[in-house]
């Protein structure tokens, strides 16, 4: 499809696991955030990948919490030892450096850590 | 200096009614304004945007106020709908690269 592409949609994962969320960016996007939120609150910045620029790490919560993107392209989301308080959507969202810098927003996983 | 201020946290308006969210920022270096709606279960999605060299920009019953020297922004829903309660988030990037920041979002309630 034409749009962002998180995956999977929904996981359930025990405490102390560790888990992977994907991102399918919109091809040709430079830029790449991961966000979280926790039920009915705001998005909390994760992580933003531009184009071959160093990342900008500054919102991940925990040493836990780590992000690649390989060849400018897809996003993986790995979260180490998997604690309740993790449990949120997370989304991800690319766009254009340029132009509109309109971010397109995945549907989000919904991470349930039991 | 990153951050962007939004309130109300939540609303509550009559159907026919006007709704106002505000946001505030503090870095001058942002120069592109977005709004965000998102409904349950789905991610946001861009609503309306304004450019700060312009005060005002209309999209239907959505309108964006911008006030430049206060580093203020607002958006008013026109003729609010129960189809219109949703989740808004302002936002404040800079095209020079910095990365989009997010208000803490408004939930309006439309009643019928």
């Known amino acids: 499809g034409a749009g962002v592409s998180q995956s999977p949609s929904n996981k359930v994962t025990e405490k102390g696991k560790d888990v992977e969320l994907r991102c399918d960016p919109i091809s040709g996007h430079t830029a790449l955030y991961w966000y979280r939120q926790s039920l009915g609150q705001g998005l909390e910045f994760l992580i933003y990948f531009q184009g071959n620029s160093a990342p900008d790490k500054s919102g991940l919560p925990s040493d836990r919490f780590s992000a690649e993107r390989t060849g400018g392209s897809v996003s993986t989301l790995t979260i180490q030892r998997t604690q309740q308080e993790d449990s949120a959507v997370y989304l991800c969202a690319s766009s254009l450096r340029q132009a509109s810098n309109e971010a397109f927003f995945g549907q989000g996983t919904r991470l349930t850590v039991v | 200096q990153q951050q962007v201020k939004q309130s109300p946290q939540s609303l509550i308006v009559q159907k026919g009614g006007i709704s106002i969210i505000n946001c505030a920022y503090e870095?001058?270096?942002?120069?592109?304004f977005p709004w965000y709606q998102q409904f349950p279960g789905k991610g946001p999605a861009l609503l309306i945007a304004?450019?700060?060299?312009?005060s005002e920009k209309k999209e239907g019953r959505f309108t964006i106020s911008f006030n430049k020297s206060a580093k203020q922004f607002s958006l008013h829903i026109m003729d609010s709908q129960p189809g219109d309660s949703a989740t808004y988030f302002c936002a404040a990037h800079n095209t020079g690269g910095f990365k989009t920041i997010f208000g803490a979002g408004t939930r309006l309630f439309v009643k019928a």
């Open positions: 304004i450019r700060p060299d312009v």
């Open positions: 870095n001058t270096a942002f120069d592109y």
